[in-house]
């Protein structure tokens, strides 16, 4: 089938979905909905058998879905109706919740169903966790399940006004205010704050007074050690209990509660200890009771037999120097245990975005953040290339970008959670890239695959990572089958065999040198980065669009494939690397890319 994928944004749920559809066979292009007219245009180019809007914010023009199949992916269960589903279902603590897929109506969300999956929602989940993780699988199997219906001929969706209420799981709704999600550090208890934050989570943020400052907070947790009568001491407006890798603690009724992101008005969402500098310097810092280095609430260390497992989660995958220098600390440390493996194991959401943006941006010099940024990345990636006291296997537990798939690719095995989507490459954001990805990258995949996929610029599904060497292992999508599985993998690589795949790796590794030092790899990609660091202006513009979230001009090109004719010809569908016949390219070369000279 011709399938227009229609969406506010190119997410990581429109992604995935870009990607299993190619992977089955049909004919896919995206279009940002920017206007009624560019939709229009773009129904006209693609001429598409069915329109389906992964995420979608804006109404689509009632000539469009009265003459196509136009299909709305509603993240809430069936009867759901309104904007701000995900918000009420956190706010209330349901425990279940669903997706829905309704044909476009005159109004909104009250079309027939096609389809609907329903899911437990784990305690004290996040929105943007909850979109990422369940909400997307529940969507992605609904897309599916649509695209065969629309198939079968004669196929009739279900009218809403035909289901019996008490088959109903949901119903309309009206948007949340700030008010609803508004914290009251004077009546809320802990659970009060941790709700309205993991509601607010990505976007709009809860809004809460601190030190008299009208704030937006976001990326909360629980902090168990503190008691409320130790919360009560003090004004609690403006009293900070501690500080911790970024966050701050700040005391509720019954208790205190983490916060790790802040913002202020016009400003980018920031590590709380970064807005709030003048307050948070005199506090205690908290220490962790984990064995190993004092990593903190985002990096911590498990050792299990010969395993050494580092866990770590940083909001939004982005890593800032710190981040860096903190996840460097841990992972030297364990390589100095008497362990055989060490596990590199991300977030559920995101394992790793690179360099922090957001903390670039808000920088007083943002292009020397930037580099010092990039700077502290590959000092982690060397550490996690050069280790040879253990192996090194990274879990990739959730989606990655950019300097994050490098990083993993720095490991000796490379194991990802089903369902993931990659993108390894750097320049819809300006940049070369660094991270040792001209090392790295080709010595799996090739050099020729290793072109495409840092110049397509596309998105790279689970399977056809696998495909192509990109990934080592695809394990179970559930979280707690994952680590089990992860796990096992380890201890298997910790067990007979061992010393003789760690002395091929370090054989492997002395000959790579030998041939070409690793840092002229890391010279060269640096040259590259320093020019668009402080030279060139592209990365600075691209990077201020992505941290205010400005809306774009148009579609990118090459998802937008209706808009030039070639890419949208029957006999050119599949040449992109996420999917059709360049997803299994392997690496046809041993040779490595040449990068350019240095300036």
């Not at 909104?108 to 437990?120: K, L, N, Q, T, V």
């Not at 030092?517 to 060139?536: C, D, G, H, I, K």
């Amino acid at each position: 089938m011709k399938i227009l994928l229609l969406s506010s944004a190119f997410n990581g749920l429109t992604q995935r979905a870009w990607v299993e559809l190619q992977r089955a066979g049909h004919r896919v292009t995206v279009e940002l909905a920017l206007s009624a007219e560019t939709i229009r245009e773009a129904v006209r180019l693609s001429d598409p058998h069915l329109i389906i809007c992964p995420f979608l914010r804006e109404r689509v023009p009632d000539d469009i879905w009265m003459t196509r199949q136009t299909i709305i992916i509603h993240p809430g269960p069936v009867g759901d109706r309104g904007p701000s589903s995900l918000d009420w279902a956190i706010l209330e603590g349901a425990s279940t919740w669903g997706v829905t897929a309704l044909q476009a109506v005159a109004e909104m969300d009250a079309g027939p169903i096609w389809s609907a999956r329903e899911f437990a929602v784990p305690l004290g989940i996040s929105k943007s966790a909850l979109y990422n993780g369940p909400v997307t699988d529940a969507a992605i199997a609904v897309i599916h399940d649509v695209v065969d219906k629309a198939q079968v001929v004669g196929f009739v969706p279900t009218p809403l006004d035909s289901i019996p209420a008490h088959r109903l799981r949901g119903r309309l709704r009206p948007s949340t205010r700030a008010d609803d999600r508004r914290i009251d550090w004077d009546t809320d208890t802990t659970s009060d704050v941790l709700r309205k934050v993991a509601a607010s989570d990505g976007s709009p943020g809860a809004p809460c007074l601190l030190f008299g400052e009208q704030l937006r907070a976001f990326d909360a947790s629980p902090a168990v050690a503190f008691t409320a009568t130790r919360a009560r001491d003090g004004e609690r407006e403006n009293t900070l209990l501690s500080r911790r890798d970024g966050a701050v603690l700040v005391p509720t009724v019954d208790g205190a509660v983490w916060i790790g992101h802040l913002r202020r008005a016009s400003q980018p969402k920031l590590p709380a200890n970064l807005v709030l500098a003048d307050h948070v310097q005199p506090l205690p810092v908290a220490t962790s009771e984990a064995p190993g280095p004092e990593t903190g609430r985002d990096v911590r260390y498990h050792r299990h037999g010969p395993v050494g497992w580092i866990s770590f989660d940083f909001y939004n995958g982005a890593m800032s120097t710190e981040h860096c220098r903190r996840l460097l600390a841990a992972f030297t440390w364990a390589s100095q245990q008497d362990t055989r493996v060490i596990v590199l194991r991300g977030g559920d959401t995101f394992f790793s975005n690179g360099i922090h943006l957001n903390v670039i941006e808000a920088a007083e010099r943002p292009a020397t953040a930037a580099w010092t940024n990039i700077d502290a990345m590959d000092d982690l990636c060397q550490a996690i290339i050069t280790c040879t006291s253990q192996l090194v296997v990274a879990g990739i537990s959730g989606s990655a970008g950019a300097g994050g798939i490098m990083l993993a690719l720095g490991a000796d095995l490379v194991a990802a959670r089903t369902g993931v989507v990659l993108n390894p490459h750097y320049d819809n954001m300006g940049l070369y890239g660094s991270e040792y990805w001209t090392y790295t990258l080709p010595r799996r995949v090739g050099k020729d695959a290793a072109a495409t996929l840092t110049t397509e610029c596309l998105p790279v599904g689970d399977v056809e990572a696998a495909d192509m060497g990109l990934v080592d292992r695809l394990l179970p999508r559930e979280p707690s089958e994952y680590d089990d599985a992860l796990l096992a993998l380890a201890s298997e690589l910790a067990g007979a065999g061992w010393q003789e795949a760690l002395d091929a790796k370090t054989s492997r590794l002395a000959a790579d040198e030998a041939e070409m030092p690793l840092e002229v790899y890391r010279t060269r990609e640096l040259s590259r980065m320093a020019v668009n660091f402080f030279t060139e202006n592209r990365h600075a513009d691209l990077r201020r669009a992505f941290v205010f979230k400005e809306k774009p001009t148009a579609t990118p090109q090459n998802i937008a494939l209706h808009r030039h004719s070639l890419a949208w010809r029957d006999d050119l569908q599949g040449s992109s690397v996420t999917g059709g016949p360049a997803a299994t390219i392997g690496a046809q070369s041993s040779g490595l890319l040449t990068p350019a000279p240095t300036t």
